[in-house]
């Protein structure tokens, strides 16, 4: 059904990318408007639970809260794990996107970002998050698809484009051309799983236990997907000694940093080589030519293009503001007819 011009006009419509690290939202005509951690406090006192701040405040309180305050995220592996808490979340943003409690009495329409190996299920799930959150029309688009008009690429023609999504919690993989996907793959693997590698290293062989902030602090300034000449960067991290139970600290440096990363940066790898295995002939003649788009935080973490580049032996470029793509491409799909067609309903 095509809404009235009175209601699709609206200044509240908007695109929301709820990530599992992020959450960014794009309202119609100011472009993005928030852009904060996919995380919230909740406080319980006397058995009642109530939010206690979301956001960057909530992210400052992550492992650090005392007792009564739980700082949550509610999304794992670009999947909602808490239904009532993530919805909460979206409230929050929703109202402070909107510069206020505007949220009821609106009557916006939103667009959700799914990532493309999400179930029925899971898109029903984030559809009532919104829907509860306020939303008057809900509609999604697939991360994928969002990314790739985000990053400029030509998904309305018959020419294809090969994008790879790195987000916190999935790396997601699609060709796309004609305003569709003609293939995607999604792997659990992302900036989470990175900074995993990076905690259990260092515990196993500097015997330091140290937080997730502070393993995402090491993957920002000295990670790598390439290993270096020689030791490369260092840096000095504390965290608890395993062994006495103090607080201590110790220099690691970028090789082995490089080296904890092997792993998942490797399962990164696989999954765009199997797409581009699994690519029809016409469309990888395409993508030899345009190479390989990167987006989301992880196409940021040092020498990715690099190594994606290495092992694919085509071009690889990192798209402009990495971290906007889904949202800024979800935004201009519900603003611009040219890309009327990839939004989707169910
Ligand atoms: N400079 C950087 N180097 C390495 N990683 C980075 C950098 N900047 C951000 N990241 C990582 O990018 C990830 C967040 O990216 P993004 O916001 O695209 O994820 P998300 O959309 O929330 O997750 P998902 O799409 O999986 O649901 C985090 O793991 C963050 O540490
Ligand atoms: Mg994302």
Known sequence: ???????????????????????????????????????????????IRRVKVVGN????????????????????????????????????FVDKALGGSSRFGRRHEVVICVPSGSTMVERRALRDAASNAGAFRVQL????????????????????????????????????????IAYSNSVRVGGDKLDDAISSHVRRTHNLMIGEATSERVKHLIGSAVAPEGQGRTLTVKGRDLVNGRPAEITIT??????????????????VMSALEQTAPELSSDIIDEGITLTGGGALLGRIDEA????????????DDALMCVAMGAGRAL???AYDGVLTIG
Do not use: C, W
């Not at 994606?308 to 798209?319: F, M, N, Q, R």
């Open 1 to 47: 059904m095509k809404l009235p011009k009175f209601f699709s006009s609206s200044t509240h419509d908007m695109a929301i990318d709820l990530g599992t690290v992020n959450t960014v939202i794009y309202v119609r005509d100011r472009g993005i408007v928030l852009n904060e951690p996919s995380v919230i406090a909740i406080e319980t006192q006397n058995g």
């Open 57 to 92: 405040e909530a992210k400052l309180m992550m492992g650090k809260t005392p007792a009564g305050i739980q700082a949550i995220r509610p999304l794992r592996d670009g999947v909602i794990a808490d239904i009532d808490v993530a919805e909460q979340m979206i409230k929050h």
């Open 141 to 180: 688009i697939e991360e994928p698809m969002a990314a790739a008009i985000g990053a400029g690429l030509p998904v309305t023609e018959p020419r294809g484009a090969m994008v790879v999504d790195i987000g916190g919690g999935t790396t997601e993989v699609a060709v796309l051309s004609l305003r569709g």
């Open 254 to 271: 970028e090789a082995e940093i490089a080296d904890a990363l092997a792993e998942p940066v490797g399962q990164i790898k696989s999954a």
């Open 308 to 319: 994606l580049s290495e092992t694919t032996g085509l071009p690889v470029k990192i798209a």
């Open 335 to 337: 603003e611009d007819t």
